[in-house]
DNA sequence: GCCTCATCAGTTGTCTGATGACTGCGCAAT
DNA sequence: ATTGCGCAGTCATCAGACAACTGATGAGGC
């Protein structure tokens, strides 16, 4: 009985949207014009057009003044992270395993290719890091400032943008993630130091071996900490 | 003098966009009334409405029936893959990296948590490409669905949505690059099932490195093909 | 004093009808 | 065969009205 939850425009639009995944309207195809659409779903045009507002925003479909609408081939899946799901402790959980992935990789990657300009710039991040009091104070934003800099070193541009699509997630603002973080001790901060000067050391070194493995290890520890976290809840 | 080329929506949606990430409208603020919108810009309400839509279909702003239109902390900056990005050879390259870091963790896990499901599932893919004909007939279907039944099963969400997400990348359609893609011999192809069989095994006997150590193997193999391709043209 | 609830103003959601602008196609003139 | 024109189909925009929802205010009962 919770019709009014969503907007007309957007059951249509998820209703299209459905029938165009499923293949209803194949690429290229041309839509029903704005009037039959309106027959079908016994809506006003408003709605019609809102709703295809928002499939055009989603590179479902293209207008075509005077012409038509068509299905478009969508390139883009958008991986996306909504508020919800990263509202949930698990799925947070498993964003970091999938940031593990990608990071352990980027470690190797910035060990073979980090220019001398890179080098300096995760170098200078580190150093910031090593006054402990500072650390304290932005824990979070200097560790992932830490991460994104070897992604850059990378040389992999998708690497960079990946952890740049989940730096929100990471440098939560909400209350209820932080209350569901892991509470930061001093001795906490200097293991993380260390852990970041293994990795450093492993770069600057080119060894991508080792770089690898100290990134697994870094980012293992901070995983089995969420994991007590969420047993405990 | 090309004014006609976007549509009125789009344009203000654009500069409320603009407005927004500039921080003219804080988090948690709301935004005009429509009909001051509709003074602001000079427009109907209709086209200010189908910009809103837009803005919420990405995120941006939530509307609250009866009360008003509220910027979003918007936590996607959607990690997308655009049209001329995918083409660009060498792009496409650096995706396959981090596929590469992405599937390697997935094979690690789907080896330590796959249920018997998971397993049937990876089995069945992997059996319909023994038949060397059938792989012949869509090697790139074939494997990519290895390959996602392999994601699914590590039990993590997003490493299943990050296949979803450059599924359509990997199984390319345009003709550009077909045509830039290596070769696919009957060689080739008994040596991407040899390379499955030892992903498979490793992962039905719970070796997780085994796994790791198989997929990575598996997919650099695929990469220097690629970088053959890059530096031949 | 405090709680309950009806009312009201403000805002978004939806509907309707009309007009403008653009495109593709056929047809006529050359 | 080519060119140009007009027409029908369709999307884009406008204008106005009403419906539905929310939050605040204030009246009334306890």
Redesign the pocket.
């Known amino acids: 009985m919770r019709k009014?939850r969503d907007?007309?425009?957007s059951v249509v639009a998820k209703d299209l949207a459905e029938r165009i995944e499923r293949g209803d309207y194949a690429v290229g195809d041309k839509i029903p014009?704005?009037?039959q659409l309106c027959e079908m779903f016994?809506?006003?045009?408003?709605?019609v057009?809102?709703a295809?507002a928002t499939l055009r925003s989603e590179g479902l479909v293209t207008?075509?003044?005077?012409?038509?609408?068509f299905v478009e081939e969508r390139a883009n899946p958008a991986l996306s992270i909504t508020k919800e799901a990263a509202g949930e402790l698990s799925e947070v959980l498993e964003l970091l395993e999938l940031r593990l992935g990608v990071e352990v990789e980027a470690a190797g990657l910035a060990a073979r290719r980090a220019t001398e300009d890179d080098l300096r710039a995760i170098r200078d991040v580190f150093d910031k890091a090593c006054d402990l009091d500072a650390f304290a104070e932005q824990p979070r934003e200097l560790d992932y400032a830490f991460h994104l800099a070897i992604a850059r070193a990378s040389g992999n541009g998708w690497m960079a943008k990946f952890m740049d699509f989940i730096g929100p997630v990471i440098i939560p603002r909400s209350q209820l993630l932080h209350a569901s973080q892991p509470e930061i001790t001093r001795d906490y901060l200097r293991q993380m130091v260390d852990e970041h000067r293994r990795i450093l050391d492993a770069i600057a070194a080119g060894d991508a071996v080792a770089a690898q493995e100290a990134m697994r290890m870094h980012l293992s520890t901070s995983l089995d900490r969420y994991r007590k976290r969420l047993v405990e809840s």
Chains 1, 2 share one sequence.
């Open positions: 009014r907007s007309l425009a014009i704005e009037a016994n809506v006003s045009r408003t709605v057009r809102e295809i207008s075509r003044h005077g012409v038509g609408v």
